[in-house]
Every structure is written in structure tokens, then in C-alpha cells.
């Protein structure tokens, strides 16, 4: 009777779940591997990601391509996933069905009884699947860059998906399956069924409540798709060497947000959409602190922008500020992040507000090990995804490199790959 219900639910995880949450984010492998780290620590190839400054203050390479850089997120904060399993493996809806479709052929105390009890639990059921999120992050971009320490020079391109939902289950439908199993149980008592109740019968049948369930599987977030052009130059201000630089770029915003319900659960990618188009800018700065020692910092998103969704909710893009300390050597780089502002969430997902660290290990010039851990300082003490460990592993032979890496919490996996060229 109601698996169509169940099926809205798990098609709308698959087809655009995730967290609404915009994070600093860690686009690149190498990054992701080493706990989120790269103000101070990144290369020229990923300079318009975290820090254009660094375009002006590495000597890694003279030329730099990475194409693609793809990375995903998933997270279930409230173990949605272990929800679900349960109510898929309690079979509420097989035995509701096979309960009422008895008690219509034979309308006797113990098909009532029974359907009352089948009833009750799958009101409760359901109750454990609504509100909990399921979220997903994505993106898909390019650099190419150029560093010099008088003007460097990067091209960057990344589309980016935040997106996530969840369910609402209503007062209405709860109280409604209660009115439904209130009523079987008066049957199972010896009681006549109240066939006069048009709220519950129709033509001496109980009506079928798929069709009356008023629960939403909410959906909302937004595709960013950012294309900016960095340059970086550095200078002596006394004893001390310091690049700046600078990332100015289009910003082309694509806001989703729409509920899918019993009557409207065909699937439209253009539901919901609402299209905006602007400018903003990134600035960094990195300064060398002397035996091997980089400090860096980065505000992304200077000028705040704020998207009105198509069911009027707003999505607001905040200015973010991260700074980071690194340690260089020939065979290896140990390095610290930590966000300055506290990054708030679009829809679902935790506010964030982040420190990490990591170290990459170089094995002749060839191999690069990585890994990581960054930690959620607005988190809850019991929240699953406070911490984030990670991974990664480089592989560098003759200018080419394939990157990966892997990070996960208990409540939340993500996954990063990335092919380039270093000249």
C-alpha cells in the first residue's frame, strides 16, 4: 500500500541526496589526503583552489595542467542508511498490505487486530526515517598554471554540487495512520466498523493512504560553477619575502529546491531551478618564516552573495578565511589549516568550522604517501563526522602524475582523483 512511498524516499537519496553545507572544501587529492590542508602548503597546480598567492611563493614547476580533478563527498550524520536497512528489513509495508487487503475480504476481530498492530508499526517505522539527511558533495574542475615569483599566473575551473534531503514526515500523516489504527482496533474489540466515517471508508472499504499522505522528501541545494584567473607576485618587506596574490572570477550559481510528495514524484532536473550569474574574488598572502617554515592565509568569497531559491528559502554565500603553517623539506611536508570564520551550513548539514593537519612524505621525487586528519570544531561530542581521517598516495614519473586519496568518519566518506602535468 505504501511502497510507493518508500520508493520516492529511496530514489530522491540517489538521485540528489546530500549535505547542504558549504565547507571550505578539499578539491584536490593531494589536499584531501593531507586533512584538508593547502593554504600554505599547496602547489602552484592547485593555487586557485586555496591560495593564488602560492603561485608566487613555490618552486615546484615551471608549468602545471591538472586535468580532471574530480572529488565526491557522501555523509548520513543521523545513520539514515542503518534506518533504513531496519525499516526495509521489517517489511511494514508487505505486512500492512497483506493485513488490510484481509481485513476487506473478512472483517473480523483478529484481521483487525492485526492490521491495527501492522499499522502502528509502520507509523513508527517511518517515524525513524524523517529528518534524517543524507548529503552529497561533488565536483569536477581544470587548472593550468604558471608560477613565477614575480607574476604567476593560473587558470581555474570547478563546478561544484552541494545538494541534500531529507524526510518530512507530517503531524497529518502520522495522525492519520493513528485514526486508521484506532479504528481497526475498535474492530478487534467486536465493534462494528464505523463504515459511516467517509474520513476512513469508502463503499465499506477502508480507503487506500498512499493517496492521502501529505509527506515530502525535501530536496535543496545549488551547482557552483567558478571560473577565475589568478596571478601572484612577491616582495621583500624587510627581512621577510611575501607573495600576495589575487583571484578574480565569475561565479554562475544554479539554486534547487523542491519537494517531492505521493502526487509529484515524477523527477525533473529542471524542477525547482533557479539561475544566478555574478562576480566575486579570492586574496592571499604566504610568507616564508625561515628553517623550511610557510605561513599562509586566504579569504575566499570577499563579497557576500546571497540566491533566493524557487520555494523562496535563501542560500547565502559567506566571506571564509583560513590560515595555514607548513614545513617543507626535500622528503617531506607536514602541515596545519584552521578555518577563521565559522562556515555556515545551506540546508542541512552541521555548521563547520575546521582544523586539520597532514604530512606528505616524497619518495624520490616519484612517490608521494599522504595522510591526514581534520576535525569539526562546532561539532557536538557525539556527533559522528567531528573527525575526518584520511589518506592519499601520488605517483609522479616524467612529469605526469596520478593523484588519489580517501577520507571517512564514522558518519561520512569521500573520495578524490586527479591526472596531471608538471613540466
Do not use: C
Request: glycine residues 10%; proline residues 3%; without cysteine.
Amino acid at each position: 500500500m505504501l511502497k510507493k512511498w518508500t520508493l520516492i524516499l529511496i530514489m530522491s537519496i540517489v538521485y540528489q541526496s546530500g549535505a547542504y553545507a558549504l565547507p571550505f572544501g578539499s578539491y584536490d587529492p593531494r589536499s584531501l589526503g593531507m586533512g584538508g590542508t593547502g593554504v600554505s602548503s599547496g602547489t602552484s597546480a592547485n593555487a586557485g583552489y586555496y591560495n593564488p598567492a602560492l603561485l608566487a611563493s613555490t618552486r615546484d614547476d615551471n608549468f602545471s595542467l591538472e586535468l580532471p580533478v574530480v572529488g565526491m563527498r557522501v555523509a548520513d550524520p543521523e545513520d539514515l542508511e542503518g534506518a533504513l536497512d531496519t525499516y526495509q528489513a521489517s517489511n511494514y509495508e508487505g505486512a500492512l498490505s497483506t493485513a488490510i487487503d484481509n481485513f476487506n475480504a473478512s472483517p473480523t476481530t483478529t484481521t483487525a487486530n492485526t492490521a491495527a498492530t501492522t499499522l502502528t508499526n509502520l507509523n513508527t517505522g517511518i517515524q525513524t526515517l524523517s529528518n534524517k539527511p543524507i548529503i552529497l558533495e561533488a565536483n569536477l574542475g581544470l587548472t593550468i598554471g604558471v608560477p613565477n615569483r614575480s607574476v604567476g599566473v593560473s587558470v581555474m575551473s570547478n563546478a561544484r554540487v552541494l545538494a541534500g534531503a531529507e524526510l518530512n514526515y507530517t503531524t497529518a500523516d502520522s495522525d492519520l495512520i493513528s485514526a486508521y489504527a484506532t479504528e481497526l482496533a475498535w474492530v478487534g474489540a467486536g465493534n462494528a466498523p464505523n463504515v459511516a466515517d467517509t474520513n476512513l471508508y469508502s463503499a465499506g472499504q477502508l480507503q487506500d493512504l498512499s493517496s492521502r499522505l501529505t509527506s515530502t522528501v525535501n530536496v535543496r541545494g545549488a551547482l557552483i560553477h567558478e571560473t577565475g584567473i589568478s596571478l601572484g607576485t612577491m616582495f621583500e618587506l624587510g627581512r621577510f619575502p611575501i607573495a600576495l596574490g589575487i583571484t578574480p572570477k565569475t561565479v554562475n550559481v544554479t539554486t534547487f529546491d523542491y519537494a517531492l510528495g505521493m502526487q509529484n514524484a515524477t523527477f525533473d532536473k529542471n524542477r525547482g531551478k533557479v539561475e544566478y550569474s555574478n562576480s566575486n574574488v579570492d586574496i592571499g598572502a604566504v610568507t616564508y618564516l625561515g628553517g623550511g617554515f610557510k605561513l599562509g592565509v586566504v579569504g575566499k568569497n570577499l563579497v557576500q552573495k546571497s540566491y533566493t531559491t524557487a520555494l523562496g528559502n535563501e542560500i547565502v554565500i559567506k566571506p571564509q578565511a583560513r590560515a595555514g603553517v607548513s614545513h617543507h623539506s626535500h622528503w617531506a611536508t607536514i602541515a596545519v589549516d584552521v578555518d577563521i570564520t565559522q562556515n555556515d551550513p545551506l540546508g542541512l548539514d552541521e555548521k563547520t568550522q575546521y582544523i586539520g593537519a597532514g604530512i606528505e612524505i616524497n619518495l624520490l621525487d616519484t612517490l608521494q604517501v599522504r595522510a591526514g586528519i581534520k576535525q569539526n570544531r562546532l561539532a557536538t561530542t557525539t556527533s559522528k563526522d567531528k573527525n575526518v581521517s584520511s589518506i592519499g598516495i601520488g605517483f609522479s614519473p616524467f612529469g605526469i602524475h596520478v593523484d588519489a586519496a580517501y577520507a571517512e568518519s564514522d558518519a561520512e566518506k569521500a573520495a578524490s582523483l586527479q591526472l596531471g602535468f608538471h613540466f
